[in-house]
Structure formats: C-alpha cells, structure tokens
C-alpha cells in the first residue's frame, strides 16, 4: 500500500497547479450526497413509522461524526498526505451506504444510524478536510480561491445526488406513479447500494489524481511578504495545539456554528418545507414531490456557487467583512422569509437561495480565515478540530427545527405558520454570530512558533 504515501503524490517539476481542483472535488461532490437526505427523509419516517426527528437523527449522527473525526484525525491527514486520506475517506463512506441498506432492508433503524450516521460520518471527516490544506498549498497566493474549490464540490454535491436519487427511486419502486406518491423503503435501501458503488469509483479517481507541491515550490510571481500588508493576515504560525488555546479560534469557532446551524435546519427539511410553505387548508400543496426535488437541486447550486464565489470575494475584501455580509444580512433575509416567505413561492425561493449561499460560503471561507489568522502551519488540524462547531451544529439546527415542527403537527399536514419559531430563532443566532465576528483581532505573538522551527515543518509537510 505504498502508493498511498505522501511521498508516491509529489507532484514533478512543470505540474500545472489547476489539475488539482478536480481530484478534490471527485471527493467533495460524492461526500456531498449528506445534503440530500431530505430526498427520501418522509419515505424513511414512513417505512420506520418514526417522527421527523427520529429520522433527522441520522443526519446529525454523520455531522457529528465528520466533526469529531476531522478533530481527532486532522494531523493524521496533515502528515499522510491526501491520497491516503481519501483512500480511507472512500472506504468509510461507501460502507456507511452498505450497512444502512442493510439496516432499511431489515427495518432496523439502528443500523441506519451505524451505517449512513456514525460510519458514513467518519467517511465525511476525513474526506472533507483531505484536500483543502492541499489546494491551500497550491494557491499560497489566493487562498480563498482555493478553499472555494476545495469545498464547493461538497455544496455541490445535492445537485447531483438530489435528481439522480429521485429518478432511481421512481424507477426502484413500481408504485411510482401514483398520487401522492411516497418511496418504499425497498426502492430507498436500493437507492444506498446504487450510490455506494458509484462514489467509490469516482472517489478512487481523486484518490489516484491528487498531488501535493514539492518542497520550497511556490507559483511563478508570488511574494509572500505582499500577504502582511493585508488586515489579519499573518505571515507567523501557530500550532493545532496552541490554537486551540487562543481567543480567535473560539470566536471562528461561534461564528461557524452560528452560520451552520441557521442554514442545515433549511438543507436537512428543504423537500418538506417548500411544500409545507404552500399548502392549502384542504391540507393540498401546490408544490410536488418532484418540484420539491428541484429546489433542493437549487439549493446545492446556491451552496456551490456560494462557497465558490463568496470565499473568492474574501480574497478581495476580506474574511471579516464577508462574514459580516453572511451573518448581518443572512439574519434580515431569514426575519423576511418567516414572515413573508409563504406570500410568493418566487420570494422564498429567492430568499431561500441566497441564504444557503451565505451558508456554503462560510464553510468555504472558514480555512481561508483560519489561514489568514494562524499561518499554514497544521491548518489543515486547525481546520479539522474548528469543525467541531458543525458538530455541534448537526445536532443544533435539525433538532431545533424538527422539536418544533413535531410541536405544531404530523408531518404532511404542516403549514408555513409551523416554521416560524424556528425560523426567528435562527435570526437570534445569526446575530450572536455577527457580535463574535465583530470581537475576532489578530492572534497574540506568544502563541506563535519559533520561527526557524515554523518553517522548517511547513517545508517539511508542503
């Protein structure tokens, strides 16, 4: 297994930088499949005959798995390089798929957990963090461009999955056609076997295409000093172990669970909730199944662009007055939208849409941030232990969401009144968010490395 090493991925004298950004989205759209889980969310609660938080458990298992395994094995990466990790990351992930067929199959919701929540999750972690300290070494000169690539695969991932999982349970399940129709839990269990396979080879593909630059290579016209001249910018490092201890990894860590946990609650529900938002008092919606389908597939292109083109501007702006535009205007668009998000399906898809592209821009901004305040050195642990606040926020933004939906009534009879707790209170949170990115300053020099040491590890894992 040699071939896996950091060592066999050095990339040769010439290697053209933009090859890379394919490799990494081949993980990032296949483990981007988690945002769309609300595809076959009501088929799942009723095969299982189990409430919309029962079923949202799962989705919260794999979050909070993806952030406790980019926390404890974010150096492991760092170390290894990227190809084992995405090795592994593959393996992970596809039997997360296998053990919660077998789980749906068998009607054990349990395995379902195991499998798609705490196997599956693993999977996310390790394949989420594997490419971004790569492509961050890449493009030392425009780090936000390259966390937008990195991580924009992954937003992108429902536009893919969303329409392809819907088409494959229509054809898994013979009833199909009829009104109102719901997936079997059959045509579910074998929508998890189709798409295990498929991630697999394509995630073998990133796997085997990756590179990492070699060392003291930097792009042709690149001056690191030009980086000091930019607010919070640093051209120091601070260890994974140290930046745990400083007061701006806490205040990146509010901000990114604040940001997370007001749009997963829209990504994890986004198939029942534009229906929700428009149904009669006869208890009809004007929206259908396969119209609900599409708007999580423009979801994710909100999600993608988002992370793409946000996390680019931070280039020119800055991270500080990008999130500041995530959490100060996010927050006035979310007031708008549970109080007049159900007057014009056009205005809550609108509305709906620049939200979620606040939210993938986030994530993608957030190494870039992390880059900017504590150096390259180990940002890719820094990243992986920043994470826990996704963790955090798997568990927060579905749970708010789902308690109080489950309060206010069975599930295919809510109303867009039934969203509205939950919706301001994701204003609430959006704000606190605003107040700590408002507190982030630069890191305290005590907490960086030894200059000559800070280097000589850089250049020894570049």
């Not at 988690?34 to 979050?63: N, P, R």
């Not at 008092?281 to 396969?290: F, P, R």
């Not at 292109?301 to 999130?323: A, E, L, P, Q, V």
């Not at 568990?395 to 708010?400: S, Y």
């Amino acid at each position: 297994m040699s071939w896996l090493d950091r060592d066999h991925t050095i990339a040769p004298p010439g290697f053209n930088r933009w090859l890379i950004p394919p490799a990494a989205l081949a993980v990032h759209l296949c483990i981007g499949q988690a945002y769309a889980t609300s595809v076959y969310k009501t088929a799942l609660t009723a095969h299982f005959d189990a409430t919309l938080t029962q079923i949202g458990i799962i989705f919260s298992i794999a979050i909070v798995m993806l952030g406790l395994s980019a926390a404890v094995l974010g150096t492991w990466v760092d170390h290894n390089g990227p190809r084992k990790a995405m090795f592994t990351s593959a393996l992970f992930w596809t039997s997360g798929f296998l053990v919660g067929a077998l789980g749906i199959f068998t009607n054990q919701l349990w395995l379902v957990y195991l499998g798609y929540g705490f196997i599956g999750g693993i999977g996310l972690g390790i394949g989420y963090i594997s490419p971004v300290s790569t492509l961050i070494k890449w493009f030392p000169d425009r780090p936000g461009l390259a966390t937008g690539m990195a991580i924009m695969g992954f937003g992108g991932g429902a536009l893919i999955a969303s329409p392809l999982s819907t088409q494959l349970l229509r054809m898994y399940d013979p009833n199909s056609g009829a009104e109102g129709w719901v997936a079997s839990g059959d045509a579910v269990g074998k929508l998890f076997l189709t798409l295990a396979v498929l991630y697999f080879i394509y995630m073998m593909f990133g796997a085997f295409t990756i590179k990492v630059p070699a060392d003291g290579w930097k792009p042709d016209g690149f001056d690191p000093s030009q980086l000091k001249s930019k607010p919070l910018v640093t051209t120091d490092n601070v260890s994974a172990a140290n930046a745990i201890k400083t007061r701006q990894f806490w205040l990146v860590w509010i901000v990114l669970f604040c940001n997370v946990t007001a749009g997963i609650g829209i990504l994890e529900q986004a198939s029942p909730m534009i229906q929700d938002f428009f149904r009669g008092a006869d208890g009809t919606t004007a929206v259908t199944v396969a119209v609900a389908g599409g708007f999580v597939g423009l979801l994710s292109i909100g999600n993608m662009g988002g992370r793409f083109i946000w996390s680019t501007t931070s280039d020119i702006i800055g991270r500080k007055r990008i999130y500041m535009v995530y959490l100060g205007v996010g927050a006035a668009l979310y007031l708008v939208l549970a109080l007049a998000g159900s007057s014009t399906t056009l205005l809550f898809v609108v509305l709906a849409f620049v939200i979620i592209s606040f939210y993938g821009g986030g994530f993608a901004t957030v190494p870039a941030y992390l880059r900017d305040l504590f150096g390259t050195y180990e940002v890719g642990a820094i990243h992986g232990r920043l994470l826990t606040a996704w963790s955090a926020a798997g568990i927060a933004g579905p749970l708010i969401v789902n308690a109080f939906l489950d309060s206010q009534g069975t599930p295919g009879e809510l109303t867009a009144g039934a969203y509205q707790p939950a919706l301001l209170t994701m204003v609430g949170l959006l704000i606190v968010g605003f107040i700590a990115n408002l507190l982030i300053k630069p890191v305290d020099p005590r907490f960086h490395e030894p200059v000559r040491d800070a280097q000589r590890e850089s250049v020894r894992e570049a």
